[in-house]
């Protein structure tokens, strides 16, 4: 099974600073990678996902990731954090099954980001 | 506005009762995903269901079922229920579930269940 694995349980930084949130993923086969973010009393919210090509990748609220294939990371990245930006942030991995005919998403633990003022 | 809607956002019920959640997909979405969010654990799936049908099991307890309506709408019923059953309860759904699809699942904003 595929997997993914977030090794900050937390993550500090200053408003206005680059802000880089961590995740390693276990796959065979080529990933499919997600970040999705949560928000108290809220959902998880879609913001970006890596299927093949460009390893950077664009998503919303200006969050972009960077996909690293001899590294086995799909880090979170953004130039400039908001206060806004405080959130629990989750990568997942598309896992298929082709007994069952679909597909599942494996999600890690979560990181939660605090951007300081 | 991720466009699944669940209910209800919060209940509170006592051990050994049975409740029902309730969750209708993004219009268009066939595929219905049902996860438990606790601290402890995490983010876990639970069932899917695909126009219908079960598709795919993951760490559900036998107390727990869930069923897909021909309107698509999907309920998690959840029986005998026990202190460590208060979690955050979610749906999410996606158009397809292909060996090709790379869609991403959008979510409900849950269901908060406590257990007194």
């Known amino acids: 099974a595929q997997s993914v694995a977030q090794p900050e349980d937390q993550v500090n930084v200053a408003e206005g600073n680059p802000l880089t949130v961590k995740c390693t993923y276990s796959?065979?086969?080529?990933?499919?990678l997600f970040w999705y973010v949560q928000y108290p009393n809220r959902g998880l919210q879609f913001l970006l996902k890596?299927?093949?090509?460009?390893?950077l990748v664009k998503g919303s609220y200006g969050f972009e990731a960077e996909f690293n294939k001899s590294q086995t990371s799909f880090h979170l990245k953004k130039p400039s954090a908001l206060v806004s930006d405080s959130a629990l942030y989750f990568c997942?991995?598309?896992?298929?099954?082709?007994?069952?005919?679909?597909?599942?998403?494996?999600f890690g633990k979560g990181t939660k980001l605090s951007v300081i003022p | 506005d991720s466009g699944v809607t669940q209910t209800p956002k919060h209940l509170i019920t006592a051990t050994g009762q049975r409740v029902t959640l309730r969750c209708s997909p993004r219009?268009?979405?066939?595929?219905v995903y049902w996860y438990q969010q606790s601290l402890d654990q995490g983010l876990q799936f639970l069932i899917q269901?695909?126009?219908?049908?079960?598709?795919a099991k993951g760490n559900i307890l036998e107390r727990f079922s869930a069923q897909q309506f021909p309107d698509l709408h999907s309920e998690l019923n959840l029986s005998s229920l026990e202190l460590g059953d208060s979690a955050l309860y979610f749906c999410?759904?996606?158009?397809?579930?292909?060996?090709?699809?790379?869609?991403?699942?959008?979510f409900g904003d849950g269901t908060r269940l406590s257990i007194l």
């Open positions: 269901y695909y126009n219908g049908e079960e598709r």
């Open positions: 997942a991995v598309r896992d298929y099954y082709s007994g069952a005919g679909s597909y599942q998403l494996t």
């Open positions: 219009s268009g979405d066939l595929s």
């Open positions: 999410a759904s996606s158009a397809g579930i292909g060996a090709n699809s790379n869609q991403p699942q959008h």
């Open positions: 796959v065979s086969g080529n990933p499919y």
């Open positions: 890596y299927i093949t090509g460009d390893n």
